[in-house]
């Protein structure tokens, strides 16, 4: 199968604490993978070297069949801009700015014209149920909204990979299912690859497939039980 993301034992301290011992992950072309694990276990870290967010001490990330773990910072700026998208668990709305200009950022962001962003931006709020929202503050939605229109930013500029970190984990359990039911409906539609981190196990139900994160290493849910 056509690998997008290939990790290989990765390792990674903060400081004294070890975050990642020997972590290696696979993810195919389409798929929805969910990173599950007990807190602390390195989950978060594994997916920001994924995202090319933090470089491993060791391993090897490659992204499409290129290594990414080497990239200079602002290389790695540049593809996380233009290739990925990220929808994280709070505070990734910039409260004031518009649910409108929150979801056209990222476009702004890659150096779309103003006009053509919002442009771009306004069918997601149809999409995501956020009709009539486009101009409010983004510091006064509900969770729910405001993760709906974090949804709508992490994938309006079309990225191949969508990266989330407990996107539910501020919400109460219906308003989450609600966000994930949008989540797998709009990448499946859109083909979008995703990279979930959850320590719900009713939330990794949503994924095609998931992995446990234990002590800093990855291993299948069939070996931990
Ligand atoms: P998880 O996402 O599974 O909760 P993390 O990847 O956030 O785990 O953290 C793994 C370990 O690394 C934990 O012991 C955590 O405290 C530590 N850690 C993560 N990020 C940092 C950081 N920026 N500075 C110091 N320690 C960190
Ligand atoms: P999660 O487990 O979902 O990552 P955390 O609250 O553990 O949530 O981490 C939130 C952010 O803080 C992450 O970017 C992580 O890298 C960082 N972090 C985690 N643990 C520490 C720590 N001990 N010191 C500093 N930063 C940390």
Redesign the pocket.
């Known amino acids: 199968a056509a690998m997008i993301l290939l990790a290989s034992e990765l390792e990674r301290s ?1 400081g004294e ?1 070890p ?1 990642l011992r020997g972590a290696s992950l696979q993810v195919e072309r389409g798929e929805m993978l969910a990173i599950m694990g007990p ?2 276990s390195g ?3 594994l997916l ?1 070297c994924l995202a090319g967010i ?1 470089t491993p001490s060791s391993g090897t990330v490659s992204f499409d069949g290129v290594r990414i773990d080497g990239l200079s910072e602002d290389a790695r700026s540049t593809l996380r801009r233009e290739r990925f998208g990220f929808v994280f ?1 709070f505070g990734q709305l910039v409260p004031e700015l518009s649910a409108l200009e929150n979801v056209a950022l990222p476009l702004l962001l890659n150096g779309v014209r103003r006009s053509a962003a919002v442009k771009q931006a306004a069918p997601w709020f149809a999409r995501l149920g956020l009709d009539g929202l486009e101009r409010r503050r983004s510091g006064e939605l509900s969770g729910g909204q405001a993760q709906r229109v974090a949804l709508a930013r992490g994938l309006v500029a079309g990225p191949e990979v969508l990266f989330a ?2 996107p539910t ?1 501020a919400l109460d359990s219906l308003t989450g299912e609600q966000v994930m039911d949008l989540l797998v409906e709009v990448a499946r539609a859109e083909g979008t690859t995703v990279v979930l ?1 959850t ?1 719900e196990a009713r939330v990794a139900a949503y994924a095609d497939r998931e992995v446990i994160v234990r002590d800093g290493r990855v291993t299948s849910p069939a070996l931990t039980a």
């Open positions: 903060f604490t975050a807190s602390g989950k978060s870290t920001h933090l668990q970190d407990e984990g981190v320590h």
